[in-house]
């Protein structure tokens, strides 16, 4: 809220302005979220990263898909209608079938966006990542 605050005391923001807040499905709740809300958020990106809870734990990730999914439902009750999912596409012993999986998943859904973070190897030492974003 305070930095909201802040902005607003210092810029002029128009009133359609889409204001995001990246968040991840462990750590948030319903009054987090009612939080955000009312500091005048309008968008929320979700990290879900994959819908397999097995790559999820073993990527240091704190929440499941059904969180996620509660998550969802939270964010969708209290009035936010702008969601994205970010899901991420190159992670150490992901498949094929995980992917189209998530894919699968997420084509069911009704959310505005998908953020796709696909990760690779550049050379043996590097890495390299690209944001793919899909919209409807």
Not at 21 to 44: A, H, Q
Not at 101 to 115: N, T
Request: charged share 30%.
């Amino acid at each position: 809220k305070e930095i909201l605050q802040t902005v607003r005391a210092n810029f002029t923001i128009k009133d359609d302005a889409e204001i995001t807040i990246e968040i991840n499905p462990g750590t948030v709740d319903e009054n987090k979220l009612k939080d955000y809300m009312e500091s005048g958020i309008n968008r929320l990106s979700i990290g879900l990263q994959s819908t397999n809870n097995d790559l999820l734990k073993s990527i240091g990730r704190i929440h499941t898909y059904s969180e996620f999914e509660e998550v969802i439902q939270s964010a969708r009750k209290i009035g936010f209608n702008n969601i994205n999912a970010d899901l991420m596409i190159g992670l150490p012993n992901q498949t094929l079938q995980d992917v189209k999986e998530s894919l699968k998943k997420y084509s069911k859904s009704s959310w505005q966006s998908l953020d796709m973070m696909i990760e690779y190897k550049m050379f043996a030492d590097q890495k390299k990542a690209d944001v793919i974003r899909a919209q409807r």
